[in-house]
Protein backbone atom coordinates (compact mmCIF):
# COMPACT_ATOMS: atom_id res chain seq x y z
CA UNK A 1 0.00 0.00 0.00
CA UNK A 2 0.85 3.67 -0.68
CA UNK A 3 -0.27 6.93 -0.61
CA UNK A 4 0.75 7.72 -4.30
CA UNK A 5 3.17 6.89 -7.37
CA UNK A 6 5.75 9.39 -7.45
CA UNK A 7 8.55 10.35 -10.44
CA UNK A 8 12.40 9.51 -9.94
CA UNK A 9 12.96 13.25 -9.10
CA UNK A 10 10.06 13.14 -6.23
CA UNK A 11 11.76 10.37 -4.72
CA UNK A 12 15.32 11.69 -4.56
CA UNK A 13 13.71 15.01 -2.76
CA UNK A 14 11.55 12.55 -0.34
CA UNK A 15 14.46 11.33 0.69
CA UNK A 16 16.42 14.38 1.30
CA UNK A 17 13.55 15.45 3.13
CA UNK A 18 13.41 12.19 5.35
CA UNK A 19 17.32 12.25 5.77
CA UNK A 20 16.39 16.05 7.08
CA UNK A 21 13.98 14.19 9.60
CA UNK A 22 15.52 11.55 10.51
CA UNK A 23 19.03 11.39 9.53
CA UNK A 24 19.66 7.63 10.90
CA UNK A 25 18.03 5.98 8.03
CA UNK A 26 20.17 3.85 6.72
CA UNK A 27 18.51 1.72 3.92
CA UNK A 28 16.25 2.79 0.89
CA UNK A 29 13.92 1.07 -0.88
CA UNK A 30 11.22 0.62 -3.62
CA UNK A 31 8.88 -2.28 -3.49
CA UNK A 32 6.16 -1.29 -6.13
CA UNK A 33 3.52 -0.55 -7.55
CA UNK A 34 3.70 -3.15 -9.73
CA UNK A 35 7.12 -4.92 -9.99
CA UNK A 36 10.02 -2.81 -9.82
CA UNK A 37 11.92 -3.66 -13.06
CA UNK A 38 8.72 -4.03 -15.16
CA UNK A 39 9.89 -0.49 -16.27
CA UNK A 40 12.94 1.81 -15.92
CA UNK A 41 10.90 3.92 -12.86
CA UNK A 42 12.83 2.18 -9.91
CA UNK A 43 16.22 1.81 -11.52
CA UNK A 44 16.71 5.31 -12.46
CA UNK A 45 15.28 6.28 -9.34
CA UNK A 46 18.44 4.14 -7.38
CA UNK A 47 20.83 5.62 -9.61
CA UNK A 48 19.43 9.09 -8.28
CA UNK A 49 19.75 8.15 -5.04
CA UNK A 50 23.17 6.91 -5.30
CA UNK A 51 24.59 9.93 -6.58
CA UNK A 52 24.06 11.76 -4.05
CA UNK A 53 23.45 9.37 -1.13
CA UNK A 54 26.46 6.29 -2.25
CA UNK A 55 26.22 5.05 1.80
CA UNK A 56 22.43 4.52 1.53
CA UNK A 57 22.10 0.77 1.31
CA UNK A 58 19.31 0.68 -1.85
CA UNK A 59 17.05 -2.84 -1.64
CA UNK A 60 14.88 -3.75 -4.41
CA UNK A 61 12.42 -5.96 -4.21
CA UNK A 62 10.85 -8.00 -7.28
CA UNK A 63 9.21 -11.04 -8.50
CA UNK A 64 12.51 -11.84 -9.66
CA UNK A 65 11.25 -12.45 -13.39
CA UNK A 66 13.25 -10.17 -14.89
CA UNK A 67 16.24 -10.16 -12.48
CA UNK A 68 19.01 -12.05 -14.66
CA UNK A 69 18.42 -10.09 -17.43
CA UNK A 70 18.59 -7.01 -15.95
CA UNK A 71 21.44 -8.28 -13.63
CA UNK A 72 23.74 -5.42 -14.89
CA UNK A 73 21.33 -2.84 -14.70
CA UNK A 74 20.75 -3.47 -10.94
CA UNK A 75 23.88 -3.60 -9.85
CA UNK A 76 25.11 -0.30 -12.02
CA UNK A 77 22.18 1.58 -9.99
CA UNK A 78 23.75 1.12 -6.64
CA UNK A 79 21.58 -2.00 -5.75
CA UNK A 80 23.31 -4.06 -2.87
CA UNK A 81 19.94 -5.68 -1.80
CA UNK A 82 17.64 -7.47 -3.68
CA UNK A 83 14.54 -9.25 -2.51
CA UNK A 84 13.01 -12.25 -4.55
CA UNK A 85 9.30 -13.38 -3.72
CA UNK A 86 9.07 -16.41 -4.16
CA UNK A 87 6.11 -18.54 -3.58
CA UNK A 88 6.98 -21.86 -5.24
CA UNK A 89 9.37 -23.91 -6.71
CA UNK A 90 6.82 -26.33 -7.62
CA UNK A 91 5.14 -24.98 -11.17
CA UNK A 92 1.49 -26.93 -10.09
CA UNK A 93 1.29 -24.76 -6.95
CA UNK A 94 2.67 -21.34 -8.66
CA UNK A 95 0.35 -21.80 -11.14
CA UNK A 96 -2.04 -21.71 -8.46
CA UNK A 97 -0.70 -18.19 -7.28
CA UNK A 98 0.73 -16.71 -10.76
CA UNK A 99 -2.11 -16.95 -13.12
CA UNK A 100 -0.23 -15.75 -16.27
CA UNK A 101 3.08 -14.39 -17.10
CA UNK A 102 4.30 -11.98 -19.93
CA UNK A 103 7.38 -12.91 -21.25
CA UNK A 104 9.03 -11.95 -24.19
CA UNK A 105 6.24 -10.66 -25.50
CA UNK A 106 3.68 -12.92 -25.11
CA UNK A 107 1.44 -13.73 -22.08
CA UNK A 108 1.77 -17.04 -20.63
CA UNK A 109 -0.66 -19.05 -18.59
CA UNK A 110 -0.92 -22.31 -15.87
CA UNK A 111 2.21 -24.38 -16.30
CA UNK A 112 4.14 -22.73 -18.84
CA UNK A 113 3.74 -19.87 -16.75
CA UNK A 114 4.86 -21.23 -13.92
CA UNK A 115 7.20 -22.83 -15.44
CA UNK A 116 8.97 -19.48 -16.62
CA UNK A 117 8.75 -17.84 -13.64
CA UNK A 118 10.39 -20.73 -11.16
CA UNK A 119 13.51 -20.97 -14.07
CA UNK A 120 13.82 -16.94 -14.16
CA UNK A 121 13.28 -16.41 -10.45
CA UNK A 122 16.09 -19.43 -9.71
CA UNK A 123 18.38 -17.47 -12.50
CA UNK A 124 17.87 -14.06 -11.01
CA UNK A 125 19.17 -15.10 -8.06
CA UNK A 126 22.40 -16.83 -9.10
CA UNK A 127 23.23 -13.61 -11.27
CA UNK A 128 22.84 -11.70 -8.01
CA UNK A 129 25.31 -13.86 -6.11
CA UNK A 130 27.68 -13.59 -8.68
CA UNK A 131 27.73 -9.94 -8.62
CA UNK A 132 27.72 -10.01 -4.75
CA UNK A 133 24.05 -8.58 -4.22
CA UNK A 134 22.63 -10.09 -1.13
CA UNK A 135 19.34 -12.14 -1.69
CA UNK A 136 16.69 -12.35 0.42
CA UNK A 137 13.75 -14.37 -0.47
CA UNK A 138 10.04 -13.34 0.80
CA UNK A 139 7.64 -16.10 0.34
CA UNK A 140 3.60 -15.43 1.21
CA UNK A 141 2.65 -18.14 3.39
CA UNK A 142 -0.57 -19.75 1.71
CA UNK A 143 -3.04 -22.03 3.20
CA UNK A 144 -3.86 -24.76 1.46
CA UNK A 145 -1.38 -24.19 -1.44
CA UNK A 146 2.00 -23.98 -0.08
CA UNK A 147 1.91 -24.17 3.33
CA UNK A 148 3.54 -27.70 3.39
CA UNK A 149 6.23 -26.66 0.35
CA UNK A 150 8.01 -23.35 2.30
CA UNK A 151 11.28 -25.74 2.64
CA UNK A 152 11.25 -26.98 -0.32
CA UNK A 153 11.25 -23.10 -1.37
CA UNK A 154 13.92 -22.46 1.11
CA UNK A 155 16.36 -25.55 -0.02
CA UNK A 156 15.81 -24.67 -2.95
CA UNK A 157 17.51 -20.93 -2.97
CA UNK A 158 20.03 -21.23 -0.48
CA UNK A 159 22.71 -23.20 -2.54
CA UNK A 160 22.50 -20.85 -5.48
CA UNK A 161 23.04 -17.45 -3.17
CA UNK A 162 19.81 -16.26 -1.00
CA UNK A 163 21.29 -15.98 2.55
CA UNK A 164 18.07 -15.08 4.44
CA UNK A 165 13.96 -15.93 4.12
CA UNK A 166 11.24 -14.25 5.27
CA UNK A 167 7.90 -15.79 5.69
CA UNK A 168 5.07 -13.00 5.04
CA UNK A 169 1.30 -14.24 6.13
CA UNK A 170 -1.82 -14.24 3.22
CA UNK A 171 -3.77 -11.66 3.20
CA UNK A 172 -7.09 -12.77 1.79
CA UNK A 173 -8.30 -10.54 -0.90
CA UNK A 174 -8.67 -10.78 -4.85
CA UNK A 175 -7.97 -13.59 -5.89
CA UNK A 176 -7.78 -15.16 -2.95
CA UNK A 177 -9.81 -13.55 -0.62
CA UNK A 178 -11.91 -16.69 -0.06
CA UNK A 179 -8.86 -18.36 1.82
CA UNK A 180 -7.95 -18.45 5.25
CA UNK A 181 -5.28 -16.24 6.46
CA UNK A 182 -2.31 -18.68 8.62
CA UNK A 183 -2.67 -19.61 12.13
CA UNK A 184 0.07 -18.42 14.31
CA UNK A 185 0.39 -22.59 14.50
CA UNK A 186 1.02 -22.77 10.44
CA UNK A 187 3.57 -19.87 10.25
CA UNK A 188 5.59 -21.58 13.18
CA UNK A 189 5.79 -24.78 11.23
CA UNK A 190 6.66 -22.98 7.92
CA UNK A 191 9.61 -20.99 9.86
CA UNK A 192 10.64 -24.07 11.16
CA UNK A 193 10.66 -25.78 7.60
CA UNK A 194 12.43 -22.72 6.14
CA UNK A 195 15.30 -22.68 9.24
CA UNK A 196 16.79 -26.06 8.49
CA UNK A 197 17.95 -24.60 5.37
CA UNK A 198 18.25 -20.35 5.36
CA UNK A 199 18.63 -18.13 8.56
CA UNK A 200 14.60 -16.80 8.84
CA UNK A 201 13.73 -13.37 8.97
CA UNK A 202 11.39 -13.11 11.83
CA UNK A 203 10.87 -9.54 12.61
CA UNK A 204 8.29 -8.37 9.59
CA UNK A 205 4.71 -7.00 9.52
CA UNK A 206 2.72 -6.39 6.93
CA UNK A 207 4.28 -2.54 5.98
CA UNK A 208 3.20 0.15 4.07
CA UNK A 209 5.34 0.64 0.91
CA UNK A 210 5.71 4.36 2.20
CA UNK A 211 6.67 3.83 5.69
CA UNK A 212 9.70 6.17 6.74
CA UNK A 213 11.84 5.70 9.76
CA UNK A 214 14.22 3.21 12.53
CA UNK A 215 12.25 0.79 13.44
CA UNK A 216 12.99 0.78 17.36
CA UNK A 217 13.86 4.36 17.37
CA UNK A 218 10.47 5.64 16.51
CA UNK A 219 6.92 5.47 15.05
CA UNK A 220 6.53 5.54 10.74
CA UNK A 221 7.58 9.89 9.92
CA UNK A 222 6.08 9.52 6.89
CA UNK A 223 2.99 11.60 7.89
CA UNK A 224 5.46 14.81 7.68
CA UNK A 225 6.61 13.80 4.23
CA UNK A 226 3.03 13.28 2.98
CA UNK A 227 0.49 15.14 3.24
CA UNK A 228 -2.29 12.29 3.36
CA UNK A 229 -2.76 10.56 6.78
CA UNK A 230 -2.86 6.91 7.14
CA UNK A 231 -3.33 4.51 9.51
CA UNK A 232 -0.32 3.90 11.75
CA UNK A 233 1.59 1.11 10.36
CA UNK A 234 5.24 0.00 10.03
CA UNK A 235 7.94 -2.55 9.52
CA UNK A 236 11.21 -3.32 8.34
CA UNK A 237 10.69 -6.13 6.69
Given at each position: MTRRVLRPEQCLEKVRQALQVCPEISVVGIAGPGDTLATDHA??????????????????????LMLARRADEV????????????????PAIVAMVASSVRWNGRV????????????????GIRSMAARNVLVK?????????????????AKSVAPIGAFRINIISLIPQHDMVNLPAPSCQQLREARVAAERYLPVFR??????????????????????LYDEPIAATFSHG
Amino acid sequence: MTRRVLRPEQCLEKVRQALQVCPEISVVGIAGPGDTLATDHALTTFLLIHQEFPDLIKCMSTNGLMLARRADEVVRAGVSTVTVTINGVDPAIVAMVASSVRWNGRVLSGREAAETLIEQQLLGIRSMAARNVLVKINTVLIPGVNDRHIGEIAKSVAPIGAFRINIISLIPQHDMVNLPAPSCQQLREARVAAERYLPVFRHCKHCRADAVGVPGLHQDISAMLYDEPIAATFSHG
